[in-house]
């Protein structure tokens, strides 16, 4: 019996593991979704805005190392996913969009919602064809998914409204090849690599998310060498815990440890990390660096040894050409460092600060009304999260405190829209993650801008019953952009949000809601959140002048924020 357009699309999807499809139903897409709706294995997950559908889509790629998969209607329907779709390409995560279309005879006529999808999706995809004739399928479809995988993005695939419910002539069923070569540069290259390290006295790591496969391989090469291991944000999930060579982070949410063991070494190994803020990179620096994509060697700092190649395989193959480094002096020193900022970090954490005469100093300045400080709740959600919870965060100073106070041992994992930089990503988000891992324990770091911002899909936490937990810093600001703003010598305009009871308004979704205004009821509502079953949104009320100190603070921004406080302070 022949098939359907729509039902090849979904029998391949099954095939290919695909257990959950996010989006807005309408009526190009009508048949999709009924085939969506008939076949076992295969659930549709109904958002209430197709940006979230993509973001969820997102997520559960990069959790789960596979195919996301999401779907927007003719015109605007098509048109929401695009941010969604923008971080996961900027995440290099495949996800394949399903989008509808006018009826085929109607293409180009300016018809009703018409959109031109594969103009709209030229910058954001890998692959985009719109389906003209049955009998493109199954190798259009093909395309696509082999584009998305193989070169980790976004591949669009419009089906005209009229095209989805036509049977095939020809009905094969769809084949895919996706194995993914693994791949490490040759001999002389290597011995190039190690001839400079061997040189260098003090030999600093930069890992990235690229390496997180390498675990093992990474830190033999940083025991070998004796060398701090700064992480960036994305490293964070897999060798920030059980790790004796790891500083933290560098850039603007990064410490002053991180910072030292960069600018204080005279070699770099770069693996995995296209870590993109130029200023903060060593000077006068020899550089090595190791990456799958040829294109990234050298972009954001010169370059020494570019090997193109997998971190694990590479490291595998330099290894045994590495002198063993006795001296330990440069590790050691970064390592002090750390230690003795993460203790002046607990300290701000500890809601007994407050009382102590440090703490009352920096309360007259910051703090008058004794409000909650976010580190303080980040530390909480860290003490009582699950040892193998799943985090996401969104976009701004809720990143910050997760990225100080959150550690990512015992198998934790963590996502957010840390390319892109998007807002509300961190609530769409933890909906993926929640319908990928089910039985895991799901913990959104939301801002109160970026949670209002798709405050509509908590309705879709609610429909589903996902036992998500929304922990939302409510700074009534834009924080970040505050802070942007301060130390750069403006006075803060346009950050301020008028902010409804968050915990109020989950209450009437449906959702469990808890308040938390003083800092004596800190802990004991964390603690409830996590212990409450189901979907729990807890709107803690923080302090709005609380300051995020850099890793290297420059004269120019103390100065700066000065000047914005007494612009403030004065009409």
Known sequence: MARTVAHVIVDAL??????????????????????????????????????????????????????????????????????????????????????????????????????????????????????????????????????????????????????????????????????????????????????????????????????????????????????????????????????????????LIGNPAAAHALDSGDALLMLGTDFPYRDWYPKDCKVVQIDTREDHLGRRVPVDVGLAGDVGATLRALLPLLAEVADRAHLDEAREKFAHWQEGQQRLADPAHEHRWTGRLRAALDNRDHQIRPEALAAAVDRYAAEDAVFTSDTGMATVWLSRFVTMGGGRRLIGSYNLGSMANAMPQALGAQLWAPDRQVVAFCGDGGLSMLLGDLMTIKTYRLPVKLVVFDNRRLGMVKLEQEQAGLPEFGTELDNPDFAAVATALGITGIRVTDPEDLHDSVRRAFETPGPVLLDVLTNPEEVAVPGKPTVSQGWGYAIAKVKEILP
């Open 14 to 251: 099954k095939d290919l593991g695909v257990e959950h499809v996010f989006g807005v139903v309408g009526d190009a897409l009508n048949p999709v979704t009924d085939a969506i709706r008939t076949t076992d294995g295969v659930s549709w997950v109904g958002c209430r805005h197709e940006e979230a559908a993509a973001f969820a889509a997102g997520a559960r790629s990069q959790l789960s190392g596979t195919l996301g998969v999401c779907m927007g209607t003719v015109g605007p329907g098509s048109v929401h996913l695009l941010n969604g779709l923008y971080d996961a390409a900027k995440s290099r995560t495949p996800v394949l969009a399903i989008c509808g279309q006018v009826p085929l005879a109607e293409i180009g006529s300016d018809y009703f919602q018409e959109v031109d999808n594969d103009l709209l999706f030229r910058d954001v995809a890998v692959y985009r064809a719109t389906v003209t004739s049955p009998d493109q399928m199954p190798r259009m479809l093909e395309s696509a998914v082999r584009a998305a995988v193989s070169q980790g993005g976004v591949a669009v695939l419009t089906v005209p409204g009229d095209l989805g419910d036509q049977e095939l002539t020809d009905d094969r069923p769809a084949r895919f090849a996706l194995d993914r070569a693994v791949t490490r540069p040759d001999d002389p290259a290597l011995a190039a690599a190690a001839e400079l390290l061997n040189a260098a006295s003090r030999v600093t790591l930069l890992v990235g998310r690229g390496a997180r496969d390498a675990r093992t391989e990474v830190l033999r090469a940083a025991e070998q060498l004796s060398a701090p291991m700064v992480l960036t944000l994305k490293a964070k999930e897999g060798f920030e815990g059980d790790n004796p060579f790891q500083v933290g982070q560098t850039g």
